[in-house]
């Protein structure tokens, strides 16, 4: 198999490859792609969804500009799964991206074109996104390193918005030394996100000398998980990091508090997709307007996607709202606080990220929707907080990569960069070879 049957790019195929070739030129010091939802010049942004179809944004995400000024070539941009709907990638318009370990595989979701791009390019740097673990996901099951930062570190700016409140732009790549060098380009207060942070100032020192795992993490893993995590841990304690067992109650919570959140915020972020402002637009100018827009998104929304705005639109209603909507916005306080208290005395959370081996597709096919939802519980706890946190490689099962999460205090990355470094000095990651 050739590279873009991984990775199906979601726009323009063959640019990936020739764009590879121009980076041997000295005008460029480094080559990127970014995720389909985030908006740059030359590349349609279409999020992965039919309803964006021949969209060309004008302008760059902050990121990507970053990124650019930073003296990259951006390649391609990266399939996924519709808006970030789903943990597979198998919820896009445009195909499927392979696991670079095993084409019958998922690459995770949903920036798994940007975890798999990372994993077989040398050298690569794919900024992906994260509402609810979609960097984290993917980079495990893709055996690369995925580093979500704090909710507010990175500008949001060109972002095709999922979760306003939940978004995060974040990194993947082969190695940690990549998020220490990129990471500091792409952070910072941008006046066209206002919820971007200036402070407290990125500070890329600290040193993770104790964590904590919590038992609600260690549950429900599959044996392969299991064993490979408990190991990490011995593999932490030999390294001189002190491992303390403790509990988080309200992480029983944080699953439904999240699909509430994030489905609330999505249903009317997809409000504005109506066929007349962005993509696809359907003639029939003739209609009404609830016509005209209903056969637009009946058309060209995906089944996720139109799951997604009927549960938000139910969360938020009158009569339902405080029963769902505000107890998810008091559910995510607990779990601060919960974390807080931790963190007062710990460095980092670590866990499984993922609690299975990367899915069969033919497996994925059998899931039913909350039975994938679930499969988020270990990753869905920092980004509902808006905390820090890396996926690492943690091990392999039969040729498969299995990862290692860990969470910092909010505006702790420094400590998280650390961590990996530290991890991969003392680890061998391994990565698949293709076609180019
Ligand atoms: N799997 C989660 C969801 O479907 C997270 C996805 C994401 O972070 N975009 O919402």
């Known amino acids: 198999m050739k590279l873009a049957e991984y990775l199906t790019i979601a726009d323009r195929h063959e640019v990936f490859a020739e764009r590879l070739a121009e980076v041997a030129t000295d005008d460029y010091r480094f080559h990127f792609s970014a995720k389909d939802n985030l ?33 990259g070539l951006l390649i391609g941009k990266t399939n996924m ?49 994260s509402t609810g673990g979609s960097i984290a996901c993917p980079a495990s099951f893709c055996g690369v390193v995925g580093f979500t930062p704090t909710y507010g570190r990175v500008s949001r700016y060109g972002l095709i918005d999922y979760g306003n409140s939940l978004d995060k732009v974040g990194i993947l790549s082969r190695t940690a030394a990549d998020v220490r060098q990129f990471l500091p380009a792409i952070s910072g207060k941008d006046e066209r996100d206002p919820t971007s942070c200036a402070q407290p100032a990125l500070d890329m020192s600290g040193k993770v000398a104790e964590v904590a795992v919590p038992a609600e993490l260690t549950q429900n893993l599959s044996p392969e998980v299991e064993k490979c995590f ?18 988080m109650p309200s992480l029983k919570y944080a699953i439904s508090a999240y699909y509430i959140l994030a489905t609330s915020e999505a249903s009317t972020n997809l409000a504005r997709y109506c066929g007349m402002r962005f993509g696809v637009r359907n003639e029939d100018f003739d209609k009404s307007f609830n016509e005209f827009f209903a056969k637009t998104r009946s058309a060209d929304f995906g089944e996720e996607a139109k799951r997604r705005v009927l549960l938000g639109t139910f969360s ?16 995510r306080q607990l779990i601060i606080s919960e974390y807080n208290k931790i963190f007062a005395e710990c460095d980092a959370v670590v866990s499984p990220t993922m609690p299975f081996l990367p899915k069969r597709f033919d497996e994925i096919a059998a899931m039913a929707p909350l039975e994938i939802y679930q499969a988020d519980f270990l990753t869905v706890p920092p980004n509902l907080t808006g905390m ?35 991890w991969e000095a003392n680890s061998e990651y391994i990565f698949p070879e293709v076609s180019l």
């Open 81 to 129: 799964d519709e808006f970030g709907f789903g943990t597979f990638s198998v919820n896009s318009a445009y195909g499927v991206p392979k696991n670079p370990f095993d084409p019958e595989r998922s690459c995770g979701g949903s920036s798994g074109g940007a975890a798999a791009a990372a994993c077989l390019l040398p050298g690569h740097v794919a900024l992906g996104v």
């Open 230 to 247: 408990n190991e990490a841990l011995q593999k932490l304690a030999d390294l001189g990091i002190k491992v303390r067992r403790l509990s």
């Open 316 to 331: 938020r209603m009158v009569g339902f709202r405080n029963k769902y909507y505000m107890k998810a916005l008091q559910v």
């Open 388 to 422: 820090p946190h890396v996926s690492v490689p943690c091990g392999y099962h039969q040729g498969l990569p299995i990862g290692l999460q860990a969470v910092a205090a909010q505006w702790q990355e420094g400590k998280l960069v650390e961590f990996a470094e530290n």
């Open 39 to 71: 908006c740059s010049t030359e590349f349609q942004a279409r999020a992965g969804s039919k309803i964006l179809d021949g969209y060309r944004p004008p302008f760059d995400a902050t990121a990507v500009k970053k990124m650019r000024d930073e003296g």
